[in-house]
């Protein structure tokens, strides 16, 4: 089981990036996924996440109104829209697949995680 994000790199303030994760050795179509991320110095945190069918979503609070998190099933990937980034958003953000088919954005209820790609956002 493998996840791979992609899609980090360097942006200005109030730019965007998109990023992917995509996964391989199964399907993932039933459980929510999510991204995390961890800035230097700092613990892992919560970004998004979304169940099983997309259906449900939800975010931390620093990013609402400018991220999107979004899956496809058939592709088995998920992304993560990123507008209006700041400086704080800089980071390595990871992608995860849960055990179950919804997460709140408990870090305990991710099990399968990616390598994490690198967003730098310059002031």
């Known amino acids: 089981v493998q996840l791979q994000a992609s899609g980090g790199g360097l942006v200005q303030a109030g730019g965007s990036l998109r990023l992917s994760c995509a996964a391989s050795?199964?399907?993932?179509?039933?459980?929510?996924m999510g991204w995390f991320r961890q800035a230097s110095g700092k613990e892992r945190e919560f970004v998004a996440a979304i169940s099983w069918n997309g259906g449900v979503t939800n975010y931390a609070d620093s990013v609402k109104g400018r991220f999107t998190i979004s899956r496809d099933n058939v592709k088995n990937t998920m992304s993560l829209q990123m507008n209006g980034l700041k400086p704080e958003d800089t980071a390595i953000y990871y992608c995860a697949a849960a055990r179950r088919s919804y997460s709140g954005g408990s870090k305990e209820d991710f099990a399968s995680w990616g390598q994490g790609t690198l967003v730098t956002v310059s002031s």
């Open positions: 050795g199964r399907r993932f179509s039933n459980n929510a």
